[in-house]
T-cell receptor, first 117, second 116 residues
Framework: QQQVKQSPQSLIVQKGGISIINCAYENTAFDYFPWYQQFPGKGPALLIA?????SEKKEGRFTISFNKSAKQFSLHIMDSQPGDSATYFCAASMRGAGGTSYGKLTFGQGTILTVHP | NAGVTQTPKFRVLKTGQSMTLLCAQDMNHEYMYWYRQDPGMGLRLIHYSVGEGTTAKGEVPDGYNVSRLKKQNFLLGLESAAPSQTSVYFC???????????????FGPGTRLTVT
């Protein structure tokens, strides 16, 4: 059962354009929504994350938009650069250490982003 | 500070062979995880550990075993490798403060395993 669905599978953007990747989740108990960036041959690295008590979080050119009622969240990359070319994964988890989730991440399928110069 | 390291980086196995993947972290993290990454499927949790001497099953545990005898190491074993276990394996670690919230996961560089 895929609890986090991500789209599109691949995305091609021109330098300077906006890249948008979307995710939808099913489990309303999720309370932490990170985005990971992965370059070829490397492990995923945390890019930006959001809690469901806010609707938007911005860090530099990267913004997460969160819609709790629709159970959707998205990553926007403004002024996309060739160096942003990578695979992006959305994920969700229940972070409370006192529960039984133990921070386990449920990942989306991934989006391969290519930014052309 | 090396972070999370994994050995080996690459391995080719024949069907039925066994092997152990080693994950080591030097951040004194309590939580450790093993994921597999397959095209179009994201990363899926195999097993995880919430502390030394404890392990638990994740989403896709069949065909794998794990052990965490030392806090800094988390081993993933394949007893009898199958072609369906061809994948890239990632280890990750995390920590909590005051036992309330678990923070971000730090990933290793991965092990690419091919089973023929």
């Amino acid at each position: 059962q895929q609890q986090v669905k991500q789209s599109p599978q691949s995305l091609i953007v021109q330098k300077g354009g906006i890249s948008i990747i979307n995710c939808a989740y099913e489990n309303t108990a999720f309370d932490y929504f990170p985005w990971y960036q992965q370059f070829p041959g490397k492990g995923p690295a945390l890019l930006i994350a959001i809690r469901p008590d806010v609707s938007e979080k911005k860090e530099g050119r990267f913004t997460i938009s969160f819609n709790k009622s629709a159970k959707q969240f998205s990553l926007h990359i403004m002024d996309s650069q060739p160096g942003d070319s990578a695979t992006y994964f959305c994920a969700a988890s229940m972070r409370g250490a006192g529960g039984t989730s133990y921070g386990k991440l449920t990942f989306g399928q991934g989006t391969i982003l290519t930014v052309h110069p | 500070n090396a972070g999370v390291t994994q050995t080996p980086k690459f391995r080719v196995l024949k069907t039925g062979q066994s092997m152990t993947l080693l994950c080591a972290q030097d951040m004194n993290h309590e939580y450790m995880y093993w994921y597999r990454q397959d095209p179009g499927m994201g990363l899926r949790l195999i097993h995880y550990s919430v502390g030394e001497g404890t392990t638990a099953k994740g989403e896709v545990p069949d065909g794998y075993n794990v052990s965490r005898l030392k806090k800094q190491n988390f081993l993933l074993g394949l007893e009898s490798a199958a072609p369906s276990q061809t994948s890239v394996y990632f280890c990750a670690s995390s920590y909590s403060k005051s036992g309330t919230v678990i923070y971000e996961q730090y990933f290793g560089p991965g092990t690419r395993l091919t089973v023929t």
